[in-house]
């Protein structure tokens, strides 16, 4: 080592890019992206490339020694994706529940990560603190449940959900829970939702080590909602048996159909048996601001907790969950802890707040001021705009399925449709045969359909039948790319048709 006096005063380093160049690129960039969202939709939804094809423009050579340029590898990189990707932000993307990205957040996310504030806590994030806080307080109002709801932003729907079933198990779980641990605390523990509850109840049973078995599926009634009376003769069951049931979940926009729980009723039940009342609105919460829903949401307001994603249906970039909590001392209760190396002060008017006591993470980026600048950009009265037009193209979606011919119409509720292919000729004669032929000519229609890159649907089984499923959550999507999709499905359907009778032969 030589003298500290020999050292240069200043630094070189290959990470940091000049004014000037940060200048250039950044704005080529900009005009590179201005650019596709202008013409997305003459881009294929996807080229629907095999990984092996994929693997080979990736390629296989090692972790680099030496540096590139900035400037060739945001050019390289950019041909690649704008070339090799799936556009959910494509008018003619409709399926899962992935929506179009907010332009607005696109800029957002460069801010948020050129300031880069770490949101764990106030003292690292002053204001992008007081910024997630106002966001959680207006995503509360847009569902329409009190403004004094706690929450926090989280990558999405599944972590919103996670993040809720902890703090219901801190609260209704025994007393003891939190510093015993399941194997001591002699509990029993259940939780209740429907049968088509997302997947990610069994991942929080599992991963909070209450096991699978602990989550009772309640079948549905004949509208696909959690049926209730099974629903109170369960909880009485169970508590016969000894179970402890904690908490109950109703769904509000199914992932599958978009069907909404009888929310008021599970709210009651709740009440009777000093449950935890769970909503999870990661797809469908957003509609509670839609005026002539709010029959369908009632009861949302006395939810304890709600899980909502606004990288679904607010447009929000991916990633962008949020967990709302009545009561946000439960999520300091399930998660605050106070180790000696932390120097963040509690006291400060009461005011201060440190979002790593509120969740699951403890270093945590700025996904709020996406959704925050989408919010003042759009507006309550531009979300309801929008949010209805959706819903309005998935009931047109309906009524093109109910009329044509060829197609058969299945389910409409939010902005899922679900349909059929149905051929008016060449089926099986017998039901059994029918009924398998049309499964597999509706599975491999939607695989033809997938791969075509003109339109991309999903899949859902509804009593058994396999149907293609629409999700409009997708500012993009107009009226004339309904119907385009429906003249798009039936000629590859028919094609499908006789492709499939052909191999048979
Ligand atoms: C999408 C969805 C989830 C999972 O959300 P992610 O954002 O994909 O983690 C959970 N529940 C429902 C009802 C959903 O629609």
């Known amino acids: 080592m030589g003298k500290v006096v020999d050292k240069p005063e200043y630094r070189e380093t290959p990470i940091e890019i000049g004014k000037e160049e940060f200048r250039k690129i950044g704005y080529q960039l900009i005009d590179t992206i201005a650019h596709f969202f202008d ?17 080979k423009l990736v390629g296989n050579s090692g972790l680099p020694e030496n540096g590139l340029s900035a400037e060739a590898i945001i050019t390289k990189t950019t041909e690649l994706l704008l070339n090799h990707s799936l556009f959910n932000g494509h008018p003619k993307f409709m399926g899962y529940i992935t929506s179009s990205p907010a332009p607005i957040g696109v800029l957002a996310d460069m801010l948020a990560a050129a300031t880069n504030p770490n949101v764990g806590a106030q003292i690292l994030s002053p204001i992008a603190t007081e910024i997630e806080k106002q966001t959680v307080r207006w995503l509360a109002e847009f569902i329409g449940v009190s ?22 198990r801190t609260a209704k779980g025994p007393k003891n829970l939190k ?39 309640i079948p549905t009634d004949s509208e696909n909602r959690l049926d209730n009376t099974i629903l109170s003769r369960t909880i009485l069951q169970d508590q016969k048996d000894g179970y402890s049931p904690f908490m109950v979940v109703g769904t509000a926009g199914d992932v599958s159909t978009g069907v909404v729980d009888n929310l008021k009723e599970i709210a009651s039940i709740c009440e009777k048996h000093n449950l935890w009342f769970h909503i999870d609105g990661a797809y469908g919460a957003p509609a509670a601001i839609i005026h ?61 707040l440190n979002f790593y006591e509120y969740g699951l993470q403890n270093s945590r980026g700025f996904r709020a001021l996406k959704v925050w600048m989408a919010l003042q950009q759009i507006g309550s009265n531009g979300y309801k705009k929008m949010i209805g037009e959706d819903i309005e193209l998935a009931k047109l979606m309906f009524e093109l399925a109910t009329n ?95 492709e499939l009778n052909k191999s048979k032969q």
């Open 292 to 352: 002539e829903l709010k029959g369908i949401f009632e009861g949302i307001e006395s939810a304890d907790s709600i899980a909502l994603d606004p990288h679904k249906w607010l447009y929000a970039p991916l990633e962008a969950g949020c967990t709302l909590v009545k009561n946000p001392k439960h999520l300091t209760d399930t998660y605050s802890s106070h180790p000696e190396y932390y120097n963040f002060s509690k006291e400060e008017e009461g005011q201060s």
């Open 179 to 217: 510093e015993e641990g399941l194997n001591n605390s002699n509990s029993n523990l259940v939780a209740y939702c429907s049968k088509t509850t997302h997947t990610w109840v069994e991942k929080a049973a599992i991963l909070f080590g209450q096991g699978s078995k602990s989550v009772r599926w």
């Open 147 to 168: 403004p004094n709801y706690g929450g926090i932003l989280v990558s999405g729907g599944n972590i919103a959900n996670f993040t809720a079933f902890l703090a219901a």
């Open 404 to 498: 044509h011919p060829e197609l058969q119409a299945m389910t409409q509720n939010l902005s899922i449709t679900t349909f059929r292919y149905l051929p008016t000729k060449g089926l099986p004669t017998k039901s059994v045969n029918k009924a398998n032929y049309l499964n597999t000519l509706n599975e491999t229609l939607l695989d033809n359909l997938q791969q075509g890159g003109e339109v991309f649907l999903s899949n859902a089984i509804i009593q058994e039948q396999y149907c293609l499923r629409g999700c409009i959550v997708n500012f993009r999507t107009s009226v004339k790319d309904i119907k385009q999709i429906i003249e798009i499905v039936v000629s590859v359907g028919a094609k499908t048709h006789q």
């Open 39 to 55: 013409t997305i939709k003459e881009y294929p939804v996807t080229r629907g490339e095999s990984p092996l094809q994929l693997q």
